[in-house]
């Protein structure tokens, strides 16, 4: 009797880790594994040092990984032959002017923006981190993509997110749709509200996998990006 007892245990198990494989075989690779490495190459600056005390490793890993997971329900990228082939996503602190920049898989925050930041840091640094994360995951046409449309792609993501900075311009002002950054971030915020539900920015992002083409916005919108422009415009007219 004992051996059945032993015998009928296994058996469960058995199935169980059988069961769990199939799920996991028939699931979206969502949750595909990628790494972060955070390297602070400027700890001895005021910047570095206020990075340690006030950021830090566990919240800018946090940041990393929950930007990533964001940026995938963004762009609706399921599994991994929706995005780009990346494991690894480095975190550089350094000593440089300027905010932030991304090259490929790695992100570069300046020691001397967050030594002089005087607002909340940790939200400042969450957008910086969601803008620049998205350009590691973002389609650019080959790099036919106008620097404009990369950025305003970019500060769209941070925009949702709900990390809006004071100095944003208010929607519905700018000069043209494709002036980068919040300008065109705000555009395309008015443009996702016309999409019926389908999401507009992700499948303008899939559709610069490989190329790019202003014509994108009549095949997803019915409308040129001029007029769309021009009703965006109109639209916020006090």
């Not at 700018?174 to 065109?184: A, C, E, N």
Request: hydrophobic fraction near 40%; charge should be negative; aromatic fraction near 14%.
């Amino acid at each position: 009797m004992q051996y059945i007892v032993i015998h009928h245990t296994m058996s469960k198990h058995a199935i169980m880790f059988m069961l769990l494989m199939l799920i996991l075989a028939v699931l979206p690779q969502t949750f595909a594994m990628v790494e972060y490495n955070i390297t602070n190459t400027a700890a001895q600056t005021l910047g570095g040092i206020r990075y340690e005390n006030q950021i830090g490793f566990k919240y800018a890993k946090h940041t990393l990984k929950s930007s990533n997971l964001f940026i995938w329900r963004i762009f609706q990228q399921r599994n991994k032959a929706e995005r780009a082939n990346v494991t690894l996503v480095h975190l550089f602190i350094d000593d440089m002017d300027g905010v932030a920049y991304c090259e490929d898989d790695e992100i570069h925050v300046s020691t001397n923006y967050i030594a002089g930041y005087e607002g909340d840091l940790l939200k400042e640094f969450s957008g910086v981190i969601y803008h620049e994360m998205t350009h590691v995951w973002q389609w650019s046409g080959n790099g036919s993509t106008p620097s404009g449309l990369i950025e305003g792609i970019a500060d769209f993501v941070r925009l949702k997110a709900g990390y809006i900075p004071s100095h944003w311009v208010k929607p519905g002002q700018g000069d043209k749709w494709d002036q980068g950054y919040d300008v065109t971030a705000r555009f395309l915020d008015y443009c996702e509200g016309l999409d019926s539900g389908f999401g507009f920015v992700a499948e303008l992002n899939k559709k610069m996998r490989y190329a790019y083409s202003v014509d994108y916005f009549v095949d997803l919108l019915g409308k040129t990006v001029d007029q769309l422009w021009s009703d965006y415009k109109a639209a916020y007219i006090s």
